[in-house]
């Protein structure tokens, strides 16, 4: 059965940084493509990063995020810098069980975590 337990959201001021988590479980962790998206209040679900062999980053994070994985502890991070208010929203942890290629759609995922929350505030 696959898992996914977000952590490491909270509140933060503008300009300063969170590392998100994601604990994964329940099939081969390093043969999956990872993805963060995100979805704040009112608006539709946003790709933030996604990792394969290498990563992708949407352009709203690009430059301020760094998305990496750990094998071995069967884990996913999302380092965000220089948060900003528009940052809000419920972050969700994302497994492509059928792919090792990151993508910018949720088409592309099979399962998900719940959600951990970030609040940036100016």
């Known amino acids: 059965q696959v898992q996914l337990v977000e952590s490491g959201g909270g509140l933060v001021q503008a300009g300063g940084s969170l590392r998100l988590s994601c604990a994964a479980s329940?099939?081969?962790?390093?043969?999956?493509?990872m993805a963060w998206f995100r979805q704040a209040p009112g608006k539709d679900q946003e790709f933030v990063a996604g990792?394969?062999?290498?990563?992708l980053y949407s352009d709203s994070v690009k430059g301020r995020s760094t998305i990496s994985r750990d094998n071995a502890k069967n884990t996913v991070y999302l380092q965000m810098n220089n948060l900003k208010p528009e940052d809000t929203a419920v972050y969700y942890c994302?497994?492509?069980?059928?792919?090792?290629?990151?993508?910018?759609?949720?088409?592309?995922?099979?399962?998900w975590g719940q959600g951990t929350q970030v609040t940036v505030s100016s």
């Open positions: 994302a497994v492509g069980l059928l792919t090792m290629q990151p993508g910018r759609t949720p088409e592309r995922y099979t399962d």
């Open positions: 329940g099939w081969t962790f390093s043969r999956s493509a």
């Open positions: 990792m394969g062999v290498l990563p």
